[in-house]
């Protein structure tokens, strides 16, 4: 792995330390700025693993004691160490934490799937890497924010036409996400559209399902994929479809937790027929509708 140059295909990563020591690393793409930890306004009754509110620019930005929010003791002096301002999901929040200590460079398959006995905070991470000989867990970000405040759960629509209601109910659906909650946000607006739908928690597993289903009543027509995996990202399995004679066709839709629009030129290119920002269920279904309606065109 290279510290200094990064690739253009390279995923880059932020690592940073909690108060044990220990080091991990975020997707420097999910980070919009990293500063001193400012003064802290602590909230009544507030989740325990948050110390309190920040004013950044005007705005207020609710803070994480990351190492207490992954089951380490807290840090113990509330304005010091450093706040990570992560952007995703539409919102914004810090993550407070020990120290940063540089960005590293790699490949989308450098970065492996969490291994069993990772450790206590397991299930906040999506992957793992090495690093200078060592092992370093990347942050599941998604999953630390739903665990504090969980995002409410909007109504799929329910002004469907007739039309779009019946051709929707023609759409095989294959989500694909590292991330547990994401994906289980996907599949909820799926169930409450009355579709049911097949996933996996990785490109290559997707591959496999794909593979399985192929020639059967219920073979794939439509994959909703997240982007930023490990192993293989959204981008290389798409790539992977459309060179693929058999999935080829398929109608591929990549979610991500990162503005959209820097990743629509690249989603583009990749082969994917569009790109949405996690998560907005409305907005989910008004592209599953697009979706349904392009593969019913095609006779999928």
Known sequence: MSTTKARADSLSLLLF???????????????????????????????????????????????????????????????????????????KQGLHVQAVSKIVHCLTTDIRPPPYGSGGNRAFITGVTQVEGGLVQVLDIEKVIHGIAPAPIEAAPTDLTMEEAEVLGHARILVVDDSQVALQQSVHTLRNLGLTCHTARSAKEAIDVLLELQGTDAQINVVVSDIEMSEMDGYALTRTLRETPDFQDLYVLLHTSLDSAMNSEKARLAGANAVLTKFSSPELTKCLVVAAQSVAQKGL
Request: hydrophobic share 40%; net charge positive.
């Open 17 to 91: 330390t909690l108060r044990s020591g220990k080091l991990m690393a975020i997707n420097l793409l999910k980070v919009s700025e990293i500063i001193p930890c400012p003064p802290l306004t602590r909230l009544p009754e507030s989740h325990p693993h948050v110390k309190g509110i920040a004013t950044l620019r005007g705005a207020s930005l609710s803070v994480i004691d990351l190492s207490r929010a992954l089951g380490e003791m807290p840090l113990q002096d509330p304005d010091g160490g450093c706040l990570i301002v992560t952007d995703v999901s539409r919102s």
